[in-house]
């Protein structure tokens, strides 16, 4: 397959780990763009809901494709998000072509873009996030309940339906809560100066410009890899979303009996590399003790 060049491509909310995720959609998608840089915009692996039993050889493959990319000389950032906030305690850090920051400030083509994953200003996680992480499991099952559903419908030759979505747009504090989200993260880039600000959190792909009287901004999301299946995609010096279509991927195949271990992901170089950062922060660890 000949892959498209795409010089920034932000993906966040894939929750791998979850089986809401569609990490064969993805693979799929990864395996198809060659992009110049790469920024993992958060809840990327979901350390909330993070199970040993449930980490199926499809969302292996995405993180070796994370990986490959990052071989193949593409610098990878990835900031967490609310899911794996646990990553923050160890920002900033770095092996090989990966890196881990909270935010990003890109300049590209004269436009400044800062990208973060958004969940700071979402005050139902700072202030309640026992209830956030039930939240989460609920969508996570209601997720792949509505997948069973579609399976039935294409069966019956009947359209898919995203009742899954259309109860998460219905409930009139989830609106307002994406509402509120939306209108602090513009009105801090536009304060900031910023031209684009580039978020993921609410699953909910969008370009929209938006303009007041401090100021203009354009706003970006790039939705998720549960239901929306879409990344954000910048090349000939603009940001379009890209979907997700299972025709276009008709021929591709995955092997679900591949259960690569860790050691089998990473190189014997990079492996060698982490170690030694993670013996770093475990000295770091004690010391702070």
């Not at 763009?33 to 969302?59: C, K, M, S």
């Not at 890196?99 to 400044?112: I, S």
């Not at 202030?127 to 399976?151: P, T």
Request: net charge neutral; proline share 2%.
């Amino acid at each position: 397959m000949n892959k498209r060049r795409i010089d920034v491509l932000i993906l966040s909310d894939i929750h791998l780990g979850t089986r809401g995720c569609e990490a064969k959609c993805l693979l799929n998608y990864l395996k198809s763009v060659e992009p110049g840089l790469l920024v993992l915009n958060g809840d990327i692996i979901d350390i909330w809901q993070f199970r040993r039993t449930y980490f199926p050889a499809a969302h292996w493959a995405v993180v070796k494709e994370f990986m490959d990319i990052a071989a193949r000389g593409t610098t990878v950032y990835y900031l967490p998000g609310n899911h794996d906030d646990s990553l923050r305690k160890i920002v900033p850090f770095k092996f090989g072509n990966i890196q881990l920051e909270n935010k990003l400030l890109l300049e590209l083509d004269g436009k400044r873009v800062w990208i973060f994953h958004g969940d700071v200003y979402d005050g139902s996680i700072t202030h309640g996030r026992w209830v956030a992480k039930i939240a989460g499991r609920c969508y996570d099952s209601l997720v792949v309940f509505n997948r069973f559903i579609n399976r039935i419908r294409k069966k019956l030759g009947l359209k898919p339906t995203h009742f899954s979505k259309k109860i998460k747009s219905g409930v009139k504090s989830a609106v307002q809560k994406v509402s509120n989200f939306e209108t602090k993260a513009i009105e801090v880039a536009i304060e900031k100066g910023y031209d684009f600000v580039a978020c993921g959190h609410i699953h909910r792909p969008q370009i929209k410009e938006v303009e007041t009287e401090k100021g203009k901004v354009t706003y970006l999301n790039s939705g998720d890899w549960m239901e929306n299946l879409t990344a954000l995609e910048y090349s000939d010096g603009a940001w379009t979303i890209y979907s997700y279509e299972e025709e276009d991927y008709s021929g591709a195949e995955f092997d679900d009996n591949l259960d690569p271990s860790l050691a089998d992901l990473i190189n014997s170089t990079e492996l060698e590399e982490i170690q030694e950062q993670i013996n770093t922060l475990k000295n770091i660890q004690k010391i702070t003790l």
